[in-house]
């Protein structure tokens, strides 16, 4: 069966920084080719690549992943009707319940509030588009009755039909972020939404290793005879050029974004806008650990982007063996080299340069970069978004 995957390979040089710190502030490593590497993970990016959604797209496709998900419902209840203000988060939790089979309630380390102020939450983070959450509550404010009453709702929800147009809610009209990544809900698992994108961690091309700098702080208020500093301490950072890959399911995305589509739009139009929305977010997107400290605001000197129609490939197997650093220093050049080298090979030895149906563009700056040129079409930023989503939109017009 023809698939149609988008590959996203990506070489980003990062000064030193802390990304994506452990348990000890140490940034986050991992061994492959038997030396130590630069990592960030793979959840790291995603939530950097989430966030540049909200710069991208218009809020009613985005959603909202929170355990104060009865709050988030409260206000879109009370938006509707003001009058309901009293009663909104007890309706948003009993709506909840039977639409997702989670538990509501106060957390227990909220339960000695004095002034019984705490709201219910889930005991997972729930994820929702916020379509969603309007939809559960026009069934909140249905279901309470002209009494807007707590109790009314609940004897509304013993009604099978009504029941299963809440679960039907929160199963239908996707936001963009919940088609690419994914939801679990833990109690219900056929509310569950498989994820369209994989998102490897992203590796250093080369060894890399932890450094720490000593920093102190002086008291403002000190005068010039009191020596010494107000704070001192230490912090962990490492620099790397690294390999960062990504991979889009289009036809996994068309089904979770299906139910969302638009009677004004052709069937490709949703696909095709999360798409390009993902490719941008994910390229010019980066994870902000310690940002203010060391101002490591990079983007990538070169991009891969793959049109397939079979399964995902990733280039990581060209850094297996760590990049040594070139005569003048740096690895940016003898990465491009390395991938240069390794992918025409790659897709040689599959039969990938046989298949016309594969297409390929490459993004890149600078002469470092230069390697790269015969692996595809040279293209800006934005003419590899608009070919890219052309490409998607085709390939889901000839498959409708």
Excluded at 68 to 84: G, N, T
Excluded at 279 to 289: K, R, V
Excluded at 382 to 393: C, F, M, S
């Amino acid at each position: 069966m023809t698939r149609t995957i988008l590959d996203i390979h990506i070489l980003q040089t990062v000064p030193p920084s802390n990304l994506n710190r452990d348990d000890t502030g140490t940034p986050k490593s991992a061994y492959f080719g038997g030396v130590r590497r630069a990592r960030v993970s793979s959840q790291a990016w995603k939530r950097a690549t989430r966030k540049a959604f909200n710069e991208l797209l218009p809020p009613e496709e985005l959603g909202v992943r929170t355990k104060k998900v009865a709050e988030a419902l409260a206000e879109r209840i009370i938006a509707r009707d003001k009058s309901m203000e009293s009663v909104a988060v007890d309706l948003a939790a009993k709506i909840l319940k039977a639409a997702t089979g989670s538990d509501i309630t106060v957390p227990k380390r909220k339960e000695k509030n004095e002034d019984g102020s705490a709201a219910p939450e889930s005991s997972y983070l729930m994820f929702l588009s916020r379509r969603q959450l309007d939809a559960l509550a026009e069934l909140a404010i249905t279901g309470s009755g002209p009494g807007k009453d707590v109790k009314a709702l609940e004897e509304h929800l013993k009604n099978k039909e009504n029941k299963a147009r809440a679960r039907e809610a929160v199963d239908t009209r996707h936001s963009v972020d919940i088609a690419l990544f994914g939801r679990m809900v833990a109690d219900s698992a056929d509310l569950n939404v498989e994820a369209a994108t994989q998102v490897a961690h992203a590796l250093s091309v080369h060894k890399s290793e932890i450094e720490s700098d000593y920093y102190t702080a002086v008291d403002d208020r000190n005068k010039d005879e009191e020596t010494g500093a107000g704070m001192i301490g230490t912090i962990d950072f490492n620099s790397a050029t690294l390999y960062r890959y990504a991979a889009v399911d289009v036809d996994e995305l068309r089904r979770n974004l299906g139910a969302g589509l638009r009677e004004d739009e052709s069937p490709g139009t949703p696909v095709e806008k999360a798409v390009t929305a993902f490719l941008e977010a994910f390229i010019t997107s980066l994870p902000t650990g310690k940002i203010n400290t060391f101002g490591n605001h990079t983007l990538p000197s070169a991009v891969i982007v793959k049109v397939r129609d079979r399964r995902p490939v990733s280039f990581i197997g060209a850094f297996e063996k760590p990049v040594q650093k070139s005569e003048e220093g740096g690895f940016l050049e003898q990465s491009c080299r390395r991938l240069a080298a390794h992918v025409p090979e790659l897709e040689k030895q599959y039969g990938l340069t046989k298949k016309d149906s594969d297409r390929g563009w490459v993004f890149r700056v600078g002469e470092d970069t230069k390697a790269l040129a015969d692996l595809g079409p040279g293209v800006t930023l934005e003419e590899l978004l608009e070919e890219v989503g052309a490409e998607v939109a085709r390939r889901l017009g000839s498959d409708a």
